[in-house]
Every structure is written in C-alpha cells, then in structure tokens.
Antibody, heavy 122, light 108 residues
Framework: EVQLVESGGGLVQPGGSLRLSCAAS????????MHWVRQAPGKGLEYVSA????????YYANSVKGRFTISRDNSKNTLYLQMGSLRAEDMAVYYC???????????????WGQGTLVTVSS | EIVLTQSPGTLSLSPGERATLSCRAS???????LAWYQQKPGQAPRLLIY???SRATGIPDRFSGSGSGTDFTLTISRLEPEDFAVYYC?????????FGQGTKVEIK
C-alpha cells in the first residue's frame, strides 16, 4: 500500500524557516518524481514544487522561487521542502504527492499524503 | 500560465441526481492533459480522472470526464451520499501546472 506521511509543520514567525518531510512507503520511491502542493485555509489547491526521480531536476512556482528548496533522499525514501523567508501568504496545509508516471513524470498526482499545516504568524 | 475557471462555484443537488461540473481553460490544454480530483473536508485530494476522460484506479463508473481544447466536463451520473465534496480540475499540459478554484457539490 502506497503511503505518504508528511511532518515538520508548525508555527513559525514571518521571515522564519521550516523544513517539511514526507516519508514514503509501499512503492519504489526512487522511480517517481514527487511534488508539493499547498492549500491555504478555506482555499483551493496551489502547485508549489517538483523534483525528478533522481533529484537532478527541480521546479518551483514563481510564488516560492528563491525561498523554498525541494530535495529528496532516495536512500531514506524521504522528500523534503526547505522553506525560508516565510510570509503570511505561505500559511497552508502542505501536501506531498506522487507523480502518476514512471519513469517519466506526467505531472498529475495519484497518491497524496494527509498534509501538514504551516502557520506563519507573529 | 493557463488559468482554469470552474463553474458553478456550488452545486446543490439531491442523492440520485446527475451532477455536471465545468472546467474552462484560458488557452488550449495540450493533448487533453486534464485531471479531476475530489476532496472531502479534512482529507487529501483523490485522483478521479486523468487524460480528460480516463478513470483512475478504483473510481466508480458513475464518474466520467469529457472535453478537449478549453472546455472540460466532469459528470457524476447518479450522486451517492459519499460524492458530496469539492472537485478540482488540474491541467498538466504546460508549466506552471495549475488547478481550478473548485466546485462544491452539496446536498440540497
């Protein structure tokens, strides 16, 4: 059974940093691109970032470019999102999601984690 | 950037009725690279449809997708109690990959 479990969310002050993790199991993690998607409270879904299966290629939405860094450790089956210079508008539930394609990514998502809440407030 | 506009914002229907949800793109979505997701309160989204019309694994056949170019539709043929939720479309034909704002299907 495919499982994605996010952790690392919490309360952070504006301008602060936070690292999210997503532990994957039930599939060959190193064969799939992975993604982060966020959802502000009461709002819709917003695409955040992607990383290729081997970590060699990354993509960021303009809203987070230069502030967030996506990475992965295939030996630990874990995806990360390092978030910096956090703003009020970054407050959201952050979901990790598996790409539906393998080996080539398709950029739609067949499995999602339960999400982790990031609160940005002083 | 392709902007996806979903309509209506809220659909009030009774169990057993047919639901028709629209997703309109600001420019053509290449190769019908359009997906639909269902999200219930407090839960993660669930993939329903990809490639505009292909059902994901385990999705009941009362869910169907259609459309091409800029106009796409998700149809739920007969609403079951568990279908009342928010539905999002997503285009994955060109980056940035974008979602619609969602349609809420609520019990009338």
């Amino acid at each position: 059974e495919v499982q994605l479990v996010e952790s690392g969310g919490g309360l952070v002050q504006p301008g602060g940093s936070l690292r999210l993790s997503c532990a994957a199991s039930g599939f060959t993690f190193s064969s799939y691109a992975m993604h982060w998607v966020r959802q502000a409270p009461g709002k819709g879904l917003e695409y955040v970032s992607a990383i290729s299966s081997n970590g060699g290629s990354t993509y960021y939405a303009n809203s987070v470019k230069g502030r967030f860094t996506i990475s992965r450790d295939n030996s630990k089956n874990t995806l990360y999102l390092q978030m910096g210079s956090l703003r009020a508008e970054d407050m959201a539930v952050y979901y990790c999601a598996r790409d539906s394609g393998s080996p080539a990514p398709l950029y739609y998502f067949d499995y999602w984690g339960q999400g982790t809440l990031v609160t940005v407030s002083s | 950037e392709i902007v996806l506009t979903q309509s209506p914002g809220t659909l009030s229907l009774s169990p057993g009725e047919r639901a028709t949800l629209s997703c309109r793109a600001s420019q053509s979505v290449s190769s019908r690279y359009l997906a639909w997701y269902q999200q219930k309160p407090g839960q993660a989204p669930r993939l329903l449809i990809y490639g505009a019309s292909s059902r994901a694994t385990g999705i009941p056949d009362r869910f169907s997708g259609s459309g091409s170019g800029t106009d796409f539709t998700l149809t739920i043929s007969r609403l079951e109690p568990e279908d009342f939720a928010v539905y999002y479309c997503q285009q994955y034909g060109s980056s940035p990959w974008t979602f619609g704002q969602g349609t809420k299907v609520e019990i009338k």
